[in-house]
């Protein structure tokens, strides 16, 4: 082809056509500068249509992500919620006037009143996602605002985490010190028999500051599961984003 465009000005030229020429090869300069604009546009698609299937693989990684952390918040929202309703049970029963043998499961339901669920969520594609400066040009917007507003709530809430623990292992401490303890965690994965000594975690009930113990543990499990409860909203909504982008053509 380029010998055929060759041999037509040379043509051209020895017949001394020269007004012929310079418009031949004004026509020639055109058709290159279309061929490089044609490459040109070839080459953005290409570009664009990987970075779209990145995106999308980036979406769908995060979606997973966040789905199978939404099924280990629900299994600690439950958790905490059976907390709280353990704490409220034995706070029915509280008080100098309690009869012995009235609250026959104190020993199940004190255990319970120590359990602590610490959301421990996968971060790994979300931290990706920012470090390598994927979040900014994601072009769900709606995402976007959710993925960026997540990282400020999430910071807060393991700052609330730290304290809810902190508060846990007082309460535990008070346990080891107050009760006994081998009757709280008899049977069950170490198979412990019950305690031989001649008490009873039913006297817990007669003190007032196991009583100020379990209220508290019922202000300190609800923060957490406010926080637990908000977290799955939002995870819901970043998950309902992601389906939105898959849905599009």
């Given at each position: 082809?380029?010998?055929?465009?060759?041999?037509?000005?040379?043509?051209?030229?020895?017949?001394?056509?020269?007004?012929?020429?310079?418009?031949?090869?004004?026509?020639?300069?055109?058709?290159?500068?279309?061929?490089?604009?044609?490459?040109?546009?070839?080459?953005?698609?290409?570009?664009?249509?990987?970075?779209?299937?990145?995106?999308?693989?980036?979406?769908?990684?995060?979606?997973?992500?966040?789905?199978?952390?939404?099924?280990?918040?629900?299994?600690?929202?439950?958790?905490?919620?059976?907390?709280?309703?353990?704490?409220?049970?034995?706070?029915?029963?509280?008080?100098?006037?309690?009869?012995?043998?009235t609250l026959p499961?104190?020993?199940?339901?004190?255990?319970?009143?120590?359990?602590?669920?610490?959301?421990?969520?996968?971060?790994?594609?979300?931290?990706?996602?920012?470090?390598?400066?994927?979040?900014?040009?994601?072009?769900?917007?709606?995402?976007?605002?959710?993925?960026?507003?997540?990282?400020?709530?999430?910071?807060?809430?393991?700052?609330?985490?730290?304290?809810?623990?902190?508060?846990?292992?007082?309460?535990?401490?008070?346990?080891?010190?107050?009760?006994?303890?081998?009757?709280?965690?008899?049977?069950?994965?170490?198979?412990?028999?019950?305690?031989?000594?001649?008490?009873?975690?039913?006297?817990?009930?007669?003190?007032?500051?196991?009583?100020?113990?379990?209220?508290?543990?019922?202000?300190?499990?609800?923060?957490?599961?406010?926080?637990y409860e908000e977290?799955?909203?939002?995870?819901?909504a970043m998950i309902?984003?992601?389906?939105?982008?898959?849905?599009?053509?």
């Amino acid at each position: 082809m380029i010998r055929f465009f060759r041999n037509i000005r040379q043509r051209l030229l020895s017949e001394n056509k020269f007004t012929r020429y310079l418009i031949y090869a004004l026509g020639e300069i055109i058709l290159v500068v279309i061929g490089i604009l044609i490459a040109l546009q070839i080459n953005n698609w290409n570009e664009n249509r990987k970075l779209a299937q990145q995106e999308k693989e980036t979406i769908a990684s995060l979606k997973l992500e966040f789905e199978k952390n939404l099924n280990s918040l629900s299994g600690d929202i439950l958790s905490l919620q059976g907390v709280i309703q353990a704490c409220n049970t034995l706070l029915e029963h509280t008080g100098p006037d309690y009869e012995f043998g009235t609250l026959p499961e104190v020993d199940s339901l004190v255990s319970m009143t120590s359990r602590m669920s610490v959301w421990d969520p996968s971060l790994y594609t979300l931290s990706n996602i920012k470090s390598s400066g994927k979040l900014s040009n994601l072009s769900n917007e709606e995402l976007k605002i959710l993925l960026i507003e997540w990282e400020t709530f999430y910071t807060n809430l393991l700052d609330w985490g730290d304290f809810y623990v902190e508060r846990g292992s007082h309460y535990f401490d008070y346990l080891l010190e107050n009760s006994l303890n081998r009757n709280l965690f008899s049977g069950g994965p170490f198979r412990l028999d019950a305690s031989k000594f001649d008490r009873t975690n039913e006297a817990l009930l007669l003190k007032p500051d196991f009583e100020n113990y379990i209220t508290n543990r019922v202000f300190i499990n609800g923060f957490m599961l406010g926080y637990y409860e908000e977290a799955k909203e939002r995870i819901t909504a970043m998950i309902a984003q992601c389906e939105t982008y898959e849905e599009q053509p």
